[in-house]
């Protein structure tokens, strides 16, 4: 069983920085993907970025891309998401998701979710 706890956020300003943790724990393999989810008050959740335990397939939505760093440390069991120039539309809870290997990357079913943490940018 693979638990995933998130860290890191807070209330923020327009253009600042912040990155989230992702700490997992349990049996989880190279070929594992861990990705970043959000969901802002009364939207539906969606996707931000993608990563293999390996470090590999790295992928971003579009609305991030240039902004959010995705990476991993398998030393530190960790996921972490580098978000810069936070704009207002960033605010959502951000959950952390881990699923098996699939081959498709783009439709990944993701099984063990954490509990997410709230990140408000405040203009």
């Known amino acids: 069983q693979v638990q995933l706890e998130e860290s890191g956020g807070g209330l923020v300003q327009v253009g600042d920085s912040l990155r989230l943790s992702c700490t997992v724990s349990?049996?989880?393999?190279?070929?594992?993907?861990v990705g970043w989810f959000r969901q802002a008050p009364e939207k539906e959740r969606e996707f931000v970025a993608h990563?293999?335990?390996?470090?590999?397939?790295?992928r971003y939505a579009d609305s991030v891309k240039g902004r959010f760093i995705i990476s991993a440390n398998n030393g530190e069991n960790s996921v972490y998401l580098q978000m810069n120039d936070l704009k207002s539309e960033d605010t959502a809870v951000y959950y952390c998701?881990?699923?098996?290997?699939?081959?498709?990357?783009?439709?990944?079913?993701?099984?063990?979710w954490g509990q997410g943490t709230q990140v408000t940018v405040s203009s």
């Open positions: 998701a881990a699923a098996r290997f699939q081959t498709d990357v783009e439709n990944i079913q993701y099984e063990w």
């Open positions: 990563i293999r335990w390996s470090g590999g397939s790295k």
């Open positions: 349990g049996p989880i393999f190279s070929t594992y993907s």
